[in-house]
Every structure is written in structure tokens, then in C-alpha cells.
């Protein structure tokens, strides 16, 4: 079936250390997206890719990093310089036609003890 | 600068009833919007959407209404069931040069009476 998968669904980590949480999808999207939600609150934008090797930030991209070298491809790296990793992470992919709808996967919640 | 509010953070409806969840938005560029239904720790789910050269969209018990004038979007679900717990979300897509980013709106909590 096609969809967008993210991985793992539970992550732990200690703190100081990098890790990265994966996006994948067999959807033909060209637009992959990173969003950050808190408990209770909404979707914060952390960063966008339009197309394979091109990437912007979104709202919140400070201590965060992302790659694009695959079209069905896009981890997002916490890094230790972000002040509080602990969320609940989401990745969205779409195709901009006239039909458009965003897929979004499962979600990733981080805990960083 | 950008941003996609919600009216109201929770909502408590009448099983049977109708419920209708509200959203400001604030860019007068954006011209795609989309309702999203998000479970506990799940992923936002599609619900409908709605281009800005409409006012009013239908599908199976749920109405989106777009009133570009006031900037103002609404969900109307019909004769609303348990299985309609949950949170809601609009979200406005802003196009620019390059790219199209998804803003969302802080959310509605949709809770159903018995």
C-alpha cells in the first residue's frame, strides 16, 4: 500500500546526543514537511523540501537539520543544540496538483531523558 | 505576519448534534485550506478542503464554509457521533516563489455528550 512511514513510533535518548528520526514515502510527492507538536498544542513548521536536494526552514528550525537526497526520503536530525527535543515529532508529504491533500505518517514521539 | 487561529480550544457537543469548529486566518494570499482531524497519538488525518475561489465545500457529514472578506473558516460536522472525538485543525497552504508551506492553527478539542 502506499503512505508515509515514519520510524521509530518511541525514541528515547539521553541528552547531548544527535539522533534522527525517519520519513519515508512511496507516494511520488515531490513536498515533504517536518512538524513539532507539544502536548495540547499545534503543528509548529521545523522544515519544508519542495523537491530532492533543496530544503527551507520553517518556523522553528534552530537545532534541527534535514536532508533531501532522495525524492521518498527525508530524516530530520534532533541535534543537541535543540533546548528541548522532548515532542512529538510529525512528517507530512503532498504533491501540488489540482487535487491536492497532505499525507501525514504516524508520528515519532521523542523523550529525551 | 502568518498565522492560522482557532476561535474557540474546546468544544462540547450533544451526541446527535451538530458541531461547528471555527478558524481565523490572517494571510489574504493563501489560497488552499484543509480541515484535519488528529486522534491521540496518531498523525492529523484529511478531512476536506477548500480553494479560495469557493465558499462552500461538501462531503460526507462534514461542510467547510470560507468567508475571504472576514478571513474566517469553518467545519460544520452533521449530526456529530463519538468517533468524531477529537482534535481539529486548519490549516492554510501559502504559496511562494519556490514553495508552499502548510501553516496550521492551534486546534480544537471536540468532545461528544452522551
Known amino acids: 500500500d502506499g503512505g508515509i512511514t515514519q520510524s521509530p513510533k518511541y525514541l528515547f535518548r539521553k541528552e547531548g546526543q544527535n539522533v534522527t528520526l525517519s520519513c519515508e514515502q512511496n507516494?511520488?510527492?515531490?513536498?515533504m514537511y517536518w512538524y513539532r507538536q507539544d502536548p495540547g498544542q499545534g503543528l509548529r513548521l521545523i522544515y519544508y523540501?519542495?523537491?530532492?536536494?533543496?530544503?527551507q526552514k520553517g518556523d522553528i528550525a534552530e537545532g534541527y537539520s534535514v536532508s533531501r537526497e532522495k525524492k521518498e526520503s527525508f530524516p530530520l536530525t534532533v541535534t543537541s543544540a535543540q533546548k528541548n527535543p522532548t515532542a512529538f515529532y510529525l512528517c507530512?508529504?503532498?504533491?501540488?496538483?489540482?487535487?491536492?491533500?497532505?499525507?501525514f505518517g504516524q508520528g515519532t514521539r521523542l523523550t529525551v531523558v | 505576519g502568518e498565522s492560522v487561529g482557532l476561535h474557540l480550544p474546546t468544544l462540547s457537543v450533544q451526541e446527535g448534534d451538530n458541531s461547528i469548529i471555527n478558524c481565523a486566518y490572517s494571510?489574504?494570499?493563501?489560497?488552499?485550506f484543509i480541515w484535519y482531524k488528529q486522534e491521540s497519538g496518531k498523525g492529523p488525518q484529511f478531512i476536506i478542503d477548500?480553494?479560495?475561489?469557493?465558499d462552500k465545500r461538501q462531503g460526507q457529514r462534514v461542510t467547510v464554509l470560507l468567508n475571504k472578506t472576514v478571513k474566517h473558516l469553518s467545519l460544520q460536522i452533521a449530526a456529530t457521533q463519538p468517533g468524531d472525538s477529537a482534535v481539529y485543525f486548519c490549516?492554510?497552504?501559502?504559496?511562494?516563489?519556490?514553495?508552499?508551506?502548510?501553516?496550521f492553527g492551534s486546534g480544537t478539542r471536540l468532545s461528544i455528550r452522551p
Open positions: 507530512a508529504s503532498t504533491q501540488w496538483t489540482e487535487n491536492t491533500e497532505a499525507f
Open positions: 507516494l511520488n510527492h515531490d513536498a
Open positions: 523540501s519542495q523537491i530532492v536536494n533543496d530544503f
Open positions: 494571510n489574504s494570499a493563501s489560497d488552499y
Open positions: 477548500i480553494r479560495s475561489n469557493m
Open positions: 490549516a492554510e497552504i501559502v504559496t511562494y516563489s519556490s514553495a508552499s508551506k502548510i501553516i
